[in-house]
């Protein structure tokens, strides 16, 4: 069953029928201020902090779901009848209500047609400014004059986001509402301990107030809710003026509307003062042509950043993914990291260090300044011993102030993602110095970068266990298994593998022979000890316990392989042999299902204390033997690796988001973004329903193993490698991408239906030896023909 469909041309998602099985969100806004909302409207915005500058509410998880929102009622005021552009919250029956809601780059639209009168709602955020404007467009379809009045609602939140939800006796009454009668705007401000007074406003831009409402109890009424506000039933707000409570903006603009008439009415809530900012912006907005500037730069904006890559490809969802909605979230995770959806309601502000170090990935091709940036802020969260801090808050950052973490919170994997981040940076950027630049650790003293990927090698060098492994320590990539006292991780050992291996290979290639010859010792015995001890006959462990049990071998009780230690066995380049295949052919027959790969198998029944909190979730959830979206990208690249396209291409097929769109029903989420897990056939009901969406590691990995290891351009430190992995059937393909500055348009044909091998290749007309085309041959302008074959 679909809920709506892709509008490649206009790069939409339009949802027709409301009732999604839950919120479909957007994100809009990019600096400062962002808005999360829904198809129908519902969400919040947050300025810098989605944890202490939360603006407007949200209930999560609640009953009834999604409110609040950003809501716009019309009422009728000869038949007393009103209803919301959104279907919800008044939610008419979907008979006599059309509605539609149109998610983009930057904006979301809400549409709708109910009594003869059709209305329109289109709500974004300037690139540069914190507001949201809401555009609303109301026409009289029928053949009789209409007197309408139109109300807006939306609830603020009490700034510190966890208090808000939290701590009522203290919260609610922080706040001072008021009301600039000379200019019409409300005045949101309340005093926290916060250094600074949180201010914002709400108004219309061009016309006028009727009445008002800034005590949400007042406006909504005793035992009402949204669907049915009390001052809409009286016709009226009150002019209700909260000093504590529940602050919120309401407003009533009236108008009539002739037959095939049309009315235009802006509303915008921003940050500042109503009596200073708000006045600036009311008489800036006033002007409809400088909101259709500010609409023009948000799609510039990202007409710009999306502009980098493209793709043709024989399968239209894959295109459709990588070209939009893949890139989209792409961004959207590396702007908010983990911390603000519907899902992570905000008390965990910040960025994870992993998820980060994994985010830029997505975006380096796009935006590789904003990406230097952030990894001088990653790198500044390592501490001088090598590993870093799992979690930080780069917004209110100061040197050694943030958890730090105890030594029993150490993570075995963190600081071994900058061996991943930055080489890739370089690679795609060219940017060697970034290696010179000397950034301060989080503890005491400071260093190159190029040292600090130094200590982070050490430290994973000074924290093996007794087979050799690395320690598990806290967790690894896997939150939930958490190997203290002395467990050793397989997967762990595998990223190291990765990591010494990128680190060689960029001393080689900067000619530091010494640095490259001692990780290359390193590297051999990480290898043997991998050899050693975690083969276990036909797919590799995943680590052992502190007890000395192995973790995910045949000789396991309950779960007995997992999926990361498999596809790293080959992704790390360890064993990109006979086991590596082997481990990937066991991963087929005991792991891979319709909608990709569960992540153990069979799934944990009983908690085991020494393998940790994945044995706690119930089979087919979460860690436990879902089939987590991130973990699945992998199986993609080990496949391509492995050479069998067939394979990467079916594994990419089965959980990419679009091809849900048709079974929504089942899926449940966006069928437009990637979600964290989809849970597993393990589950007694719910094989096949995504949660946790947007926010998510897959996002940046699934754009990775998509178009670096099925369609094969990779960038390395001499150029682009072009190494595709397709399925045979394709007759080829045609890929677009800037490298450093030059624009190559790559046409790829497949004459022989093979899935891997380059037979020839040439750019501008000259033909090259191999598969990497090196930086300094490209001019401006590139066409580069490749043909595949033996
Ligand atoms: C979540 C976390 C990520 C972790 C993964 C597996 O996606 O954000 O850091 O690696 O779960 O546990």
Not at 10 to 18: A, D, L, R
Not at 484 to 496: A, D, H, I, K
Request: with cysteine; hydrophobic share 35%; net charge negative.
């Amino acid at each position: 069953m679909k809920f709506g469909y892709f509008d490649p041309k206009n790069k939409e998602y339009v949802i027709t029928n409301p009732k999604t099985p839950t919120s479909w969100v957007n994100y809009l806004g990019t600096a400062d201020y962002c808005l999360i909302i829904s198809n129908n409207a519902s969400g919040y915005s947050f300025y810098k902090s989605p944890k202490l500058g939360r603006v407007t509410r949200f209930r999560f998880n609640s009953i009834p779901m999604d409110r609040p929102g950003r809501y716009v009622y019309i009422k009728d005021e000869k038949t007393k009848d009103f209803w919301s552009i959104s279907w919800q919250p008044v939610a008419k029956s979907l008979e006599s209500f059309k509605s539609i809601c149109r998610h983009g780059l930057g904006y979301s639209i809400f549409e709708s047609s109910y009594d003869s009168i059709t209305s329109s709602l289109k709500i974004f955020v300037p690139i540069d400014k914190p507001i949201e404007i809401w555009e609303v467009r109301v026409k009289n379809e029928s053949n009789e004059v209409k007197e309408l009045s139109l109300f807006t609602y939306t609830e603020f939140c009490l700034w510190n986001s966890m208090l808000d939800m939290m701590d009522f006796q203290y919260i609610l009454y922080t706040c001072r509402m008021g009301y600039n009668h000379e200019d019409e705007i409300i005045d949101y401000s309340i005093k926290l301990w916060s250094p600074y007074e949180p201010k914002a406003f709400f108004t219309c831009t061009n016309k006028k107030i009727e009445s008002f409402d800034t005590d949400r109890d007042v406006f909504i009424g005793a035992y009402n809710d949204e669907s049915r506000p009390e001052a809409i039933v009286q016709g009226k707000c009150f002019g209700s003026i909260a000093i504590g409570g529940n602050p919120c903006a309401a407003t009533q603009v009236k108008f009539s509307l002739l037959p095939g008439q049309e009315e235009y009415i802006v509303f915008i809530l921003g940050i500042g003062d109503a009596y200073k900012e708000g006045k600036e912006y009311k008489k800036l907005f006033a002007d409809k042509e400088n909101i259709q500037k500010e609409f023009e730069k948000v799609q510039n904006y990202w007409a710009e950043r999306l502009s980098k890559l493209s793709c043709s490809t024989p399968n239209e969802n894959m295109n459709l993914m990588i070209n939009i909605w893949n890139q989209y979230q792409c961004h959207t995770t590396f702007n908010w990291s983990r911390s603000a959806s519907f899902i992570e309601a905000g008390g965990r502000d910040g960025l994870g260090f992993r998820d980060s170090c994994q985010d830029i990935l997505g975006v380096v091709h796009s935006i590789p300044q904003e990406v230097r940036k952030r990894l001088i802020e990653l790198l500044k969260a390592q501490l001088s011993e090598g590993y870093a801090m799992h979690h930080f808050q780069p917004l209110t950052w100061t040197q050694g102030e943030h958890n730090i973490p105890p030594r029993d919170r150490i993570y075995s994997d963190d600081h071994l993602w900058l061996l991943i981040s930055v080489p890739h940076y370089i690679k795609e950027t060219g940017d060697f110095s970034i290696l010179d630049e000397v950034v301060e650790y989080a503890d005491e003293g400071s260093a190159t970068v190029f040292e600090h990927l130094k200590a982070a090698l050490e430290f994973s060098w000074n924290h093996r266990g007794k087979h050799g492994l690395l320690l598990g320590l806290a967790a690894d990539w896997n939150d939930c298994i958490n190997l203290r006292n002395g467990g050793e991780s397989t997967w762990s050992t595998q990223l190291y593998f990765k990591a010494l291996t990128e680190f060689i290979e960029l001393c080689e290639y900067l000619g530091k022979t010494e640095d490259a010859e001692k990780y290359k010792q390193y590297r051999d015995e990480i290898r043997k000890a991998l050899e050693e001890y975690t083969w276990d006959g036909e797919w590799f462990v995943r680590g052992y316990l502190a007890s000395g049990k192995k973790l995910g071998s045949k000789e396991s009780e309950q779960t007995k392989i997992f999926l990361n230690s498999q596809s790293w066995s080959v992704f790390s380049g360890a064993f990109v042999d006979e086991k590596g295949k082997t481990a990937m052919d066991s991963v087929k027959k005991y792991l891979a299902t319709e909608h990709g790969c569960v992540k153990n198998w069979p799934a944990y029944v009983d908690y085991i204390i020494e393998v940790g909190a994945v044995t706690s979730f119930p089979p087919g959830l979460k860690e436990n033997a879902a089939i987590f979206c991130h973990a699945n990208t992998w199986v993609i690249i080990a496949e391509a690796i492995l050479g069998r396209g067939e394979y990467a291409f079916e594994y990419y097929m089965s959980f990419l988001p679009a091809n849900k769109n048709d079974i929504a029903e089942i899926y449940t989420a966006e069928p437009y973004v990637y979600s964290q897990f989809i849970t597993g056939k393990e589950h007694p009901y719910y094989f096949g329903r995504a949660r946790n969406p947007w926010l998510t590691g897959t996002a940046t990995w699934a754009f990775t193993a998509a178009t670096q290891y099925i369609l094969g351009v990779r960038p390395h430190y001499k150029g682009l490698i072009i190494d595709p992995c397709i399925p045979s059937g394709w007759d080829g393909f045609e890929f677009e991408r800037v490298f450093r500055g030059r624009k190559l348009s790559i046409k790829v044909s497949n004459p022989d239906h093979i899935s891997k091998g380059v037979k020839k290749i040439s750019v501008n007309g000259k033909e090259i030896v191999g598969n990497l085309i090196p930086v300094e041959m490209l001019d401006e302008e590139n066409v580069v023909e490749v043909v595949m074959g033996k």
